[in-house]
């Protein structure tokens, strides 16, 4: 627990649930999406690089699964400001006790969650309703040379998306299932 959110651990280390506490009056309430202080308190590290908007239109599109590879690894902090999503985080660390293990979480604009994600992790998330709005900080710049991404539906992720994948784009449509000699990314 921090001043301003509840903290969840995951069974994957590293990996957590934020919950923003709200403090509301009669004109409705603030609560702090981001904090350095406290976040670097329960093990976010670097800055604020970037911070990205991401709209998805249809219940059912699915995001993912993407990452950076080093030296671009990058701590993400997922918020959902309108809708529901289930937000995926799978462990890619070389040497990982939980490696390919995920943790997925549901996130929404009532629940007022977010996902605390470190370096080398895969993420990507299913839209649960239409009209989905999230914010993204994130510790390291966008480097397209250090894109990374697994197929959503690799059977070896076995990521139980709530309503049949859709909206794919074609780029993560096209991502190669695992090879069995993958060993993950470096630290
Ligand atoms: C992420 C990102 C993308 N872009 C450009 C690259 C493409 O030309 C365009 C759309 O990118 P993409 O299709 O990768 O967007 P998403 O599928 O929403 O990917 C994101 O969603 C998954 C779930 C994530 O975790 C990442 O934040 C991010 O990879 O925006 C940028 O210019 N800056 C950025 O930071």
């Known amino acids: 627990m921090t001043a301003r959110f509840d903290v969840e651990t995951t ?3 590293g990996l957590l649930i934020l919950k923003r506490r709200r403090i509301a009056d009669e004109r409705g ?6 904090c350095g202080e406290e976040l670097a308190e329960i093990g976010w590290r670097g800055p604020v690089a970037q911070v990205n908007e991401s709209v998805s239109h249809f219940a059912g599109t699915v995001r993912g699964m993407h990452f950076q590879t080093p030296p671009f690894g990058e701590f993400k902090l997922v ?3 309108a809708g529901r999503i289930l937000d995926v985080a799978v462990d890619l660390r070389h040497g990982s006790p939980t490696f390919l293990e995920h943790v997925a979480v549901e996130l929404s604009a009532d629940n007022a969650c977010s996902f605390l994600i470190p370096k080398g992790f895969a993420h990507g998330f299913q839209a649960l309703s239409d009209d989905v709005r999230m914010i993204y900080a994130h510790s390291a710049p ?3 040379e250090a894109e990374g991404g697994l197929s959503p539906t690799d059977p070896r992720l076995a990521i139980a ?3 049949p994948v859709a909206h794919l784009s074609p780029r ?3 991502h190669p299932p695992l090879g069995t000699d993958y060993r993950g ?3």
């Open 29 to 34: 309430h603030i609560s702090r999406l981001f």
């Open 161 to 163: 998306w709530p309503l």
């Open 79 to 81: 918020t959902c400001l």
């Open 142 to 144: 966008y480097r397209a």
């Open 185 to 187: 990314l470096a630290a």
């Open 172 to 174: 993560d449509a096209g």
């Open 11 to 13: 069974p994957i280390e």
